[in-house]
């Protein structure tokens, strides 16, 4: 596969697309856990998401995981809803901050962090409105009490106007700065990500299949896809796959097969972990095939 063609892989993919300053990123503080597997055992990590968009999560662990590792995240965004899981792959870990991108996210999850963001912040506002009105109340409540009791006039309408102006100003002031450092902090975050080996330009050895499939220690098998089912769609899919220096996948296109099972197939392969290929006694990076077959 040649270097152009996997930057177009990987743009396809969407894990190097600079778009990911693009969505939308809600500040969230919710309680979640990060599930990996270590040994073949899995080790679930505690912690609180920090921001969450569609693309990805930041968040505050109680351990530490490396980049690169797959993991399974499940967030509770509220105590009435069922928790949010998905997979996910580090892309960022320093003194327990983690950034995760989400791997697999469906359609419904996604309208699903959409809606709870569109609900928080609809709540948030109703109560900036509440706690604007209860004070511009009491400060006019008072001003009239006053010249009640003087036996003057109650305050101009020019008053209160200005009065709540000042408070709408406070507000959007309020408002820029946080929106400030959420987004500085986002940024700080994505320029510690590190890029992907095959974006570096590193060289890359052709390695036959025959010889990848011995050093294969973490094998997923795929889910049939529904959609191919109704179909009576089946096959062998053909992968052109990199594999890193840590043995994990970090490229991908298919050669052959209907897109459904294409996609299915990618969603298993980039699970798979090799042994790393070693080229001089040094891991290398390496450029193989593999088959995966769907069978009805």
């Known amino acids: ?14 894990w190097d697309r600079p778009s990911r300053r693009r969505l939308p ?3 969230v503080q ?29 968040a505050m662990l109680a351990g530490e995981l490396s980049p690169g590792e797959a993991v399974g995240v499940e967030i ?10 998905t997979r996910a792959l580090v892309r960022h870990q320093h003194k327990l901050h983690c950034g995760m991108e989400f791997v697999g996210l469906s359609v419904a999850q996604q309208m699903a962090i959409r809606q709870w963001a569109t609900d928080t912040n609809a709540k948030r506002e109703e109560t900036t409105k509440k706690t604007v009105r ?4 009491v400060g006019a409540g008072s001003a009239s009490e006053a010249g009640a009791a003087t036996g003057g006039p109650g305050p101009p309408t020019r008053m209160r106007h200005r009065g709540w102006a000042l408070w709408v100003l406070v507000a959007a002031v309020l408002v820029a700065i946080c929106w400030w450092r ?6 700080e975050l994505e320029s510690g990500l ?3 080996e095959a974006a570096t330009g590193q060289p ?60 299915a197939a990618m969603e298993t392969v980039r699970w798979w972990r090799f042994e790393p290929y070693r080229v001089n006694g040094e891991p290398g990076v390496v450029e193989t095939t593999v088959a995966v077959e769907f069978k009805p």
């Open 204 to 263: 890359r050895v052709q390695v036959p299949t025959e010889v990848m499939e011995k050093l294969l220690v973490h094998r997923v098998d795929p889910d049939y896809p529904e959609a191919a089912r109704s179909a009576k769609l089946h096959g062998v899919i053909v992968l052109d796959i990199v594999v890193g220096r840590d043995g994990s996948v970090v490229e991908m296109r298919p050669l052959s097969g209907p897109e459904v099972l294409a996609r």
């Open 30 to 58: 919710a309680p979640l856990d990060v599930t990996v597997l270590r040994s073949g055992i899995p080790d679930t990590v505690p912690g609180r998401s920090v921001n969450l968009c569609e693309r990805g999560i930041a």
């Open 134 to 137: 209860s004070s511009s109340g």
């Open 194 to 196: 590190p890029m992907s």
């Open 182 to 187: 959420w987004n500085r902090g986002w940024e």
């Open 25 to 27: 990123r809600y500040r």
């Open 76 to 85: 509770r965004l509220s105590s009435a809803a069922a928790p949010l899981r």
């Open 1 to 14: 596969m040649a270097a152009g063609a996997g930057a177009q892989s990987s743009g396809e993919m969407g």
